[in-house]
């Protein structure tokens, strides 16, 4: 199985084939709308921008997993990213990340990618302190916070896991590479 076989909820609860998105590259993450990371739906947007066109798509889910940071409707909270960061990429149901109810499209992404690196005195530091607030975080291959992203290359394969303190600024060298 692979990514491509997967389907997931848009936001008003249709099915939508991951299929569509072949030959794309791919940059999956959790988000949440109340949370210290929330301004990087910001430099997301701003790779959106650049490099769509090109043969980028963005792809956020909506994750209440940790700490209720996304509360409200999915339609309350697409409201509340175009608005204050005028996003523009394709952003799905909120789903759970972890746990018995995670979606099949986060549990075949942790098994390809299980692991991030964390560069930086200050980002181990802040991982660290995020592990001891994450109650749904398991295990080290599950998702320790919002904002965690997939890198996807265009035949399906995923590249690379970037922990939530890696900003989109950081990956785009890695994602123009596969453009």
């Given at each position: ?54 043969g ?5 889910f ?78 080290q ?39």
């Open positions: 199985m692979g990514i491509y076989d997967f389907s997931v909820k848009t936001r008003k609860g249709e099915d939508f084939a991951l299929k569509a998105y072949e030959g794309k590259v791919m940059l999956i993450v959790n988000t949440a709308t109340g949370c210290g990371f929330t301004p990087q739906y910001e430099g997301l947007e701003s790779l959106y921008e650049k490099y769509h066109e090109k980028l798509e963005i792809l956020d909506p994750c209440n997993q940790f700490k209720g940071q996304a509360p409200g409707t999915d339609e309350e909270i697409h409201e509340f990213c175009t608005l204050k960061y005028n996003t523009q990429f394709d952003q799905f149901k909120k789903i759970d990340v972890n746990g018995e109810n995670e979606s099949p499209l986060y549990t075949y992404l942790k098994e390809q990618a299980p692991s991030e690196e964390i560069k930086g005195v200050k980002n181990k530091l802040a991982m660290k302190a995020i592990s001891k607030l994450s109650d749904t975080a398991k295990s291959a599950d998702i320790q916070w919002n904002f965690t992203k997939f890198l996807v290359d265009g035949s399906g394969k995923v590249v690379k896991r970037y922990n939530p303190t890696c900003t989109p600024e950081e990956i785009e060298k890695d994602l123009v590479n596969l453009l």
